[in-house]
């Protein structure tokens, strides 16, 4: 290491050593003092070899997330610095190997209330007026009220994954429900029931202690345990919980320490015959990354999947949901919002509450016109999404035409007004220019089109049958 330094003259090594002060000044003013205390402030500089500065960080872990999180920014910062730097090496120092003086880290006291707090997370979680009068840990924090078992909707999507929480929570760490992996797509339940196995086993157990939360806390904590040389604290605490349950775990992937000693926990746990619940947006077979000793133990209690909504599902939830508020909402306004946000729970359950705020604001009943005005970005977001073809083939189908004719020079009036029908739908149902469309049409102009979309409207005022017949295969295209 000496030996890289003195690559350099000592004038230059002495240059060095400012501009790596300067760098890391900058990086603190950047990126906020929480943050670099946490992350970058054990990096020391071993020396620059050739083009490259060589950069210390004790673990694995700690190099890992800096590559991954500000390499880049360390990199310019050299270059702006020192412009023979073109690259930047982060490594993992030798256990007692000297650093070099100038480039020591900072000689600071490590502060703990300078932890980062923020996640959510909990331990002995409880309502508000249960509280323990000691919190045994500055780890508590209130779980969401909102998400319990009795404000969960059940339908055939999350009936099995439902039943499962239940169960456990009725019945922690009993054979087969052990550990219990809910997985499913993003806003479909997985955290609400956590939540709910957390409050339910409160109150059936009470003795029981529950630890609440997500992997990237687990991983947060863990790593400033090892940082403050504190890993004992942080197993024992862990280790004396009677229910642990991780969120996310997905962002355990490829972080080789903490998921290591994630699998300790889970295993010291298990062994002891309490319970492991953990959420995950993969089934544990799909976690890529994952070492293969610890997606063994993950599948082999109980794994439920939440599947994606259903029409029913959505309605059901709409309904809880609009009680809940006290505030009516017309049934064709619940039918819409279901219809059309299919994606997840929580967007849907954010178009009701705008229109909830809304009518509360302007003291308005919540009507269909005015949720089509309110939510008119949300719905048009959500459109399905027809394609020109789509149109052509049900408009062929309804005139009894083929396909070709949809492209086709034919001008008869059977043909010709069906396709002024098709032109008219893909501009109303798709997002494709004129001359676009016009080319889909048979190469037609866009003149040709813009003619179509007129005759169409114009007859549809004029002839009430052809109106409907529009309407309905636009309903039929748009469903
Ligand atoms: P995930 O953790 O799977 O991303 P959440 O549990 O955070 O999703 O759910 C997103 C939102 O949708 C929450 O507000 C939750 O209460 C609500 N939600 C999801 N599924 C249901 C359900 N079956 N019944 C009632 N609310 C639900
Ligand atoms: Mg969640």
Redesign the pocket.
């Known amino acids: 290491m000496e030996e890289q330094a003195g690559v350099l003259s000592p004038q230059a090594s002495g240059q060095v050593a400012a501009s790596w002060a300067r760098i890391r000044a900058r990086l603190r003013e950047e990126v906020g003092e929480v943050e670099y205390r946490s992350w970058l402030r054990q990096m020391t500089l071993q020396g620059i070899e050739g083009d490259e500065a060589i950069i210390l960080l004790p673990t694995r872990f700690l190099r890992d997330w800096v590559n991954g999180h500000y390499g880049d920014r360390l990199r310019a910062l050299w270059q702006a610095e020192f412009p023979a730097v073109r690259r930047i090496d982060i490594r993992v120092a030798q256990a007692g190997a000297a650093q070099p003086a100038a480039a020591g880290m900072e000689p600071e006291a490590d502060d703990p209330r300078s932890a980062p707090t923020g996640l959510a997370e909990s331990l002995t979680p409880r309502p508000a007026e249960a509280r323990p009068a000691e919190p045994r840990s500055d780890w508590i924090a209130p779980l969401e009220p909102r998400f319990t078992f009795s404000s969960f909707v059940v339908g055939k999507p999350n009936e099995f994954a439902y039943a499962c929480a239940r169960r456990v929570a009725e019945k922690p760490a009993s054979p087969g429900f052990n550990p219990l992996f809910l997985y499913g797509g993003v806003g479909l339940g997985?955290?609400h029931l956590m939540h709910a196995i957390a409050w339910s086993i409160q109150e059936l157990h009470p003795a029981r202690t529950v630890a609440y939360m997500s992997a990237e806390k687990f991983m947060y904590r863990f790593i400033a345990a090892l940082r403050s040389q504190n890993t004992m604290e942080f197993k024992e605490t862990l280790r004396a919980v009677d229910v642990l349950m991780i969120?996310?775990l997905q962002f355990l992937i490829g972080k080789d320490n903490t998921q290591e000693e994630f699998f300790h926990t889970f295993n010291a746990l298990v062994d002891q015959g309490k319970q492991i619940v953990v959420?995950s947006d993969k089934p544990p077979s799909d976690l890529a990354g994952i070492e293969d000793r610890l997606r063994t133990r993950l599948g082999c209690g109980m794994v439920a999947d939440i599947h994606a909504t259903t029409y029913e599902l959505r309605l059901s939830i709409l309904e809880a949901k609009a009680a809940a508020a006290q505030v009516p909402v017309p049934l064709k306004v619940l039918e819409l919002l279901a219809h059309k946000i299919t994606t997840n729970v929580r967007e849907l359950e954010g178009a009701l509450n705008r229109l909830v705020a809304h009518a509360n604001l302007f003291g308005r009943p919540i009507t269909l016109e005015s949720a089509h005005e309110v939510l008119h970005d949300v719905l048009r977001a959500h459109e399905k999404r027809v394609s020109i073809e789509e149109i052509q083939r049900k408009v062929a189908e309804h005139y009894n035409l083929r396909l070709t004719d949809m492209s086709s020079a034919r001008r008869a009036r059977n043909v010709a007004r069906p396709r002024q029908v098709a032109m008219y739908l893909a501009k109303q149902l798709t997002q494709r220019s004129l001359p676009e469309i016009g080319r889909r049409f048979g190469n037609r102009d866009h003149t040709t089109v813009m003619h179509a979309v007129s005759r169409v409207a114009e007859l549809m005022t004029q002839d009430p049958s052809f109106a409907e017949d529009v309407a309905l295969l636009r309903k039929m295209l748009e469903s």
Do not use: E
Request: glycine fraction near 0%; charge should be negative.
């Open positions: 997985k955290t969120d996310d959420s």
